[in-house]
């Protein structure tokens, strides 16, 4: 999803119950991550990633626990992380990553949402080369921060760049440097608030407002299914 458009939004999504919609996700990621390499966030970097971020939305301790406890559990359901690719209205080129414990009734979920609004699934691995994953990582730009110094430090954990949007600073890499990114900002006793593997498009597209109103209908259906982890799109 571009950059710009992940801006506008921004503003659109404070009005949205955003408890209701992200913590039941957020608690998904951390549960995955639990059951996947264990319920220690020390040695368990997938781990201390979700929990950062859920942290991040102001998620309360309480519900971090038991999402780390449900990993565990002896009733603990088995989720499966799959993807799904599509083509949206007007052409959008969107990419589904999902968590789900039933991929047949997600698989027929997203197919409805895409089918209803104007557009229909991919096979698999159509669009993977539309799109280039990479580790984004967000953190306050504060007045110690020298943001050329900075990069020079982080050349060689892999950053690729850094950009600052309403003193934020977004720093990417290549998603095979996400580890080292990670500790090299750890190291530099920088409080990162945000830490993810994104799919960024390869060749964006401008789309008009109109058009990016009807795309918008579609992604937010696929936000809403509780299944669904995250959606990119080739949107300038």
Partial sequence: MGRA????????????????????????????????????????????TAIQNAKAENMPKDNIEAAIKRASGKDAETFVEVNYEGKGPHGVLVFVECATDNPTRTVANVKFYFSRNGGGLVPTGSLEFMFSRKSVFEFAKTDSINIEELELELIDAGLEEIEEHEG??????????????????????????????????TTPVEFTEEQLADIEKLIDKLEEDDDVQAVYTNIA
């Fill in 5 to 48: 458009f992940e801006y506008r939004r921004a503003a659109k999504e404070k009005r949205w119950d955003k408890m209701s919609r992200i913590f039941p996700k957020l608690a998904k990621s951390i549960t995955v991550a639990a059951k996947e390499g264990g319920p220690d966030p020390e040695t368990n970097s997938k781990l201390r």
């Fill in 168 to 201: 934020t600073l977004y720093a990417t890499a290549d998603y095979t440097n996400f580890g080292t990114m990670s500790h090299a900002l750890e190291k530099l006793g920088i409080e990162v608030t945000k830490a993810k593997l994104q799919r960024i498009p």
